[in-house]
């Protein structure tokens, strides 16, 4: 299980996780042909605005895990803005409290053999199974979820107030490790530190940073500056690299644990080929979460 957070929106969160979902579901496959062992899929989200993460994440799957990956949307908004607005002018306050207790009986489910609405049975009949869950946060690290007057301090902004807490100390208490998802673009070191610093004090556990690289017909900077032929999402996984060699007391993060994708086709081009091209990458990724998993959580 994991956590899947960003440096912001917009820098590729539900392309990680459906990248993800979809190793994880190749992975079951060949396992389960050499074995009884059927390994259950999933992608939950607890707070979504506009859109539909979860469509994506199952338009991504590919033939060989269909059946095995489950999505489910925990708490969803149709404005396209942040979790506490959207609760605000839509007049649907969801407290912490609510959130975290839905994603909890959904995690509870998925241990039981359940699972979402579009999951099928975890365990075959005389075989063990088990789960890959993949949970995925909205905005940055240290974006706002939900408002709501039921929120701890929305005393603190006067009668009526709807307070709310960042997506980092909304999930603190789960106490699952984190896959980040690094801003890629120009500038995106700075942001992308002060993110993990953010989780790392929090007492979050970073098992691997992803970086994907933006296109390379980005807008030029004003004076001329566009950075010629620099690649800046490998320079940012470079300096990230440098960095946590730099401070081995506050991380565990390894050179291997670092990743950088190529650049996303142009809309509206499909992720078809691209998920393709880089399914040994997601895979390695796959393989590394699963063995800090298990020597770190499970023993």
């Not at 496959?29 to 074995?35: C, I, R, T």
């Not at 039921?150 to 896959?179: C, F, H, I, M």
């Amino acid at each position: 299980m994991h956590l899947v957070f960003g440096a912001n929106t917009d820098v590729g969160k539900s392309v990680v996780s459906a990248g993800l979902v979809r190793a994880a579901a190749t992975a079951s496959a060949v396992a389960s042909m050499s074995s009884r062992r059927v390994t259950s899929v999933n992608y939950i989200k607890p707070l979504q605005c506009g859109g539909s993460d979860e469509s994506f994440v199952l338009d991504q799957r590919d033939e060989d895990g269909l059946e095995r990956v489950a999505c489910r949307t925990l708490f969803s908004r149709k404005s396209p803005v942040s979790p506490h607005l959207a609760s605000r002018m839509e007049g649907l306050p969801v407290c912490d409290a609510e959130v975290l207790a839905s994603l909890r009986s959904s995690l509870a489910r998925i241990d039981d053999g359940g699972g979402a609405t579009t999951m099928t049975t975890t365990r075959a009949a005389g075989g063990k199974g088990s789960s890959v869950t993949i949970i995925e946060s909205a905005g940055g690290a240290l974006s706002p979820s939900s408002s709501s007057p039921l929120n701890d301090r929305s005393d603190a902004l006067g009668e009526g107030g709807w307070g709310w807490s960042t997506q980092a100390d909304l999930y603190k208490s789960l106490d699952v490790p984190v896959v980040f998802v690094g801003d890629g673009k120009l500038g995106g070191i700075g942001v992308t530190l002060a993110s993990l610093e953010a989780l790392w004090s929090r007492g979050y556990r970073i098992d691997a940073v992803v970086f994907i690289e933006p296109g390379r017909r980005g807008r030029r900077r004003r004076g001329g500056g566009g950075g010629g032929g620099i690649r800046f999402g490998r320079e940012n996984a470079e300096a990230l690299r440098q960095y946590v060699a730099m401070h081995r007391d506050q991380s565990c993060l390894d050179g291997d644990s670092i990743v950088c994708l190529p650049p996303l086709p142009p809309m509206p081009v499909a992720l078809t080929d691209w998920y393709g091209s880089n399914r040994e990458a997601f895979l390695e990724l796959h393989h590394l979460l699963c063995r800090w998993w298990r020597d770190s959580f499970v023993g």
